[in-house]
T-cell receptor
């Protein structure tokens, strides 16, 4: 059974800091990995999708990497801003039951 | 660009009442999903569909039923609501395994 872990559960950083959010998964036989952002009381917004054959994806100040063999992904946020404050969820698609398995998320707070 | 639309956004039910949550997508996606999100539990899959007329059980299907009569719509039904079904419900759709799009959620309280 695929399990996705995101540690720590919460993180507080000062504005301007570069930061890394970690995600680990137990079954390396994945099709893709997706990072989402969730603002309080809102739905999930897709940030980056990495296919299993890719090593990384970039969008603006965000960079996500994938190491399938070690079961790890990182989301790098450059020059963090208060507007980046949200919960970031990692999810992997394994094909079994055609579904995403989610981590519980990391709640990020960026202090002005 | 509507994407995935969920109705209603909020609902309060009494124990034992029934209701249907509607999910509509305009991206011609084959796959659709219903998740629930609870504090400390993360997102858990309730039911999903890989095409019109098909449905399948996810991790936590008990107490829920679904139907996919049209490709663009996926309905989630609660036949007899229980307080344990108080949650935020999210619908999502995808083109096979290539990325998911989520709706904005339905916040359901069962009293």
């Amino acid at each position: 059974k695929q399990e996705v872990t995101q540690i720590p559960a919460a993180l507080s950083v000062p504005e301007g800091e570069n930061l890394v959010l970690n995600c680990s998964f137990t079954d390396s036989a994945i099709y893709n990995l997706q990072w989402f952002r969730q603002d309080p009381g809102k739905g999930l917004t897709s940030l980056l999708l990495i296919q299993s054959s890719q090593r990384e994806q970039t969008s603006g100040r965000l960079n996500a990497s994938l190491d399938k063999s070690s079961g790890r992904s990182t989301l790098y946020i450059a020059a963090s801003q208060p507007g980046d404050s949200a919960t970031y969820l990692c999810a992997v698609y394994t094909g079994a039951n055609s579904k995403l398995t989610f981590g519980k998320g990391i709640t990020l707070s960026v202090r002005p | 660009n509507a994407g995935v639309t969920q109705t209603p956004k909020f609902r309060v039910l009494k124990t034992g009442q029934s209701m249907t949550l509607l999910c509509a997508q305009d991206m011609n996606h084959e796959y659709m999903y219903w998740y629930r999100q609870d504090p400390g539990m993360g997102l858990r899959l309730i039911h999903y569909s890989v095409g019109e007329g098909t449905t399948a059980k996810g991790e936590v299907p008990d107490g829920y039923n679904v139907s996919r009569l049209k490709k663009q719509n996926f309905l989630l039904g609660l036949e007899s609501a229980a307080p344990s079904q108080t949650s935020v419900y999210f619908c999502a759709s995808s083109y096979q395994k290539y990325g998911y799009t989520f709706g904005s959620g339905t916040r359901l309280t069962v009293v």
